[in-house]
């Protein structure tokens, strides 16, 4: 770096690019767990779903 402001705007823009990345992450985590959640409560949401119509048919 050849000056302070230009020292100032390098780690402005190193933190700005760091910033998406960690945003971009999240987004992808996010997305992860709501998929794995939703995995996870299929087969509790079915059995619940046919004990409801078993119910319901008696």
Do not use: C, G, H, N
């Not at 390098?10 to 992808?28: G, I, P, S, Y």
């Amino acid at each position: 770096a050849k000056s302070l402001s230009e020292v100032v705007e390098l780690q402005t823009a190193f933190l700005r690019k760091r910033v998406e990345m960690t945003v971009d992450q999240a987004k992808d985590f996010q997305a992860v767990a709501s998929k794995a959640a939703e995995d996870v409560s299929k087969p509790i949401k079915s059995a619940f779903e046919k004990a409801m119509s078993e119910i319901k048919a008696a």
